[in-house]
């Protein structure tokens, strides 16, 4: 995983788990993969406006302070939708069926 790691690190897509670890064996979480899609938007310097008012999900306090925009974009933007009509399940695992959805949405918008 290095080269790939470094180039997402390089290009600020990633920052790791902490300061000095990256997990890159670790499950993905639907709040992470968001987020990864919305540093590599802004990357590419795409429009990464729009903020959905994620008050309607009754988990909404979960999502972490650096997954907050992220989140906001993604669902304002369709990449992600609930887990049901009122919960995002920002800290659990992306699936791969997940991680699928949200890359078509993405690359679709």
Do not use: C
Not at 75 to 98: C, D, F, K, N, Y
């Amino acid at each position: 995983y290095y080269p790939a790691l470094l180039w997402a690190v390089e290009h600020g897509i990633t920052t790791g788990v902490t300061d000095t670890i990256f997990a890159p064996q670790a499950t993905v979480t639907r709040e992470q993969m968001v987020t990864f899609l919305y540093r590599y938007a802004q990357y590419q310097q795409m429009d990464v406006t729009g903020s959905a008012d994620l008050s309607q999900f009754t988990d909404a306090g979960s999502i972490s302070n650096y997954a907050q925009a992220p989140m906001a974009w993604a669902v304002e933007h369709e990449i992600i939708h609930g887990m049901g009509a009122h919960t995002l399940a920002p800290l659990a695992g992306s699936t791969r069926a997940q991680v699928a959805a949200m890359l078509f949405r993405f690359l679709v918008k």
